[in-house]
Structures are given as C-alpha cells and as structure tokens.
C-alpha cells in the first residue's frame, strides 16, 4: 500500500473514531437530561399526588384501598376482611 493510500486510510479510520465517540457522548448527554428531567417531573406528580390523597382519602379509617386488575376495580379492604 502506498503512503498516500495509508494517510487517507488512517484519515478515514480517525474520522470514524471521532463520530463514534461524538454519537456516544451525545446519548450520554442526553440519557442524562432524560433522567434528570424524569426525576423533577415525577417527584413533583408524587409530591401534588401525596397531598391530594391525604385531602381526600379513598377509604374510611383503619382500612386501606385494593386493586384487582383482573376485574378492574378497587374497593377498601379492613384487616378483618372487606368493608
């Protein structure tokens, strides 16, 4: 191979690493902006979520909400059974 086929190659080879290396800190970038902005977003869904169930509980005191997903519904359940 000749010295001017070889530079080009290495050329070539350097550009790719260059790209390569570009498009993985660009997903680390913005992996990282995601999941920041995720966490923000569901801390403050979980905090107004929080307040609003503490303002307007589900069941009656000393009984607890229970979801069947096969049947789709929910219904307050006692220790000692179903209210």
């Given at each position: 191979?000749?010295?001017?086929?070889?530079?080009?190659?290495?050329?070539?080879?350097?550009?790719a690493?260059?790209?390569?290396?570009?498009?993985?800190?660009?997903?680390?970038?913005?992996?990282?902006?995601?999941?920041?902005?995720?966490?923000?977003?569901?801390?403050?869904?979980?905090?107004?979520?929080?307040?609003a169930?503490?303002?307007?509980?589900?069941?009656?005191?000393n009984?607890?909400?229970?979801?069947?997903?096969?049947a789709?519904?929910?219904?307050?359940?006692?220790?000692?059974?179903?209210s």
């Amino acid at each position: 191979m000749s010295t001017a086929g070889m530079a080009t190659r290495i050329e070539t080879l350097r550009e790719a690493r260059v790209l390569a290396g570009g498009i993985v800190i660009a997903f680390m970038l913005g992996g990282a902006a995601g999941y920041a902005l995720h966490a923000e977003a569901v801390a403050g869904a979980t905090q107004s979520a929080v307040s609003a169930v503490h303002a307007n509980p589900p069941c009656p005191p000393n009984s607890h909400p229970v979801v069947w997903y096969t049947a789709e519904t929910w219904g307050c359940v006692t220790y000692g059974g179903q209210s």
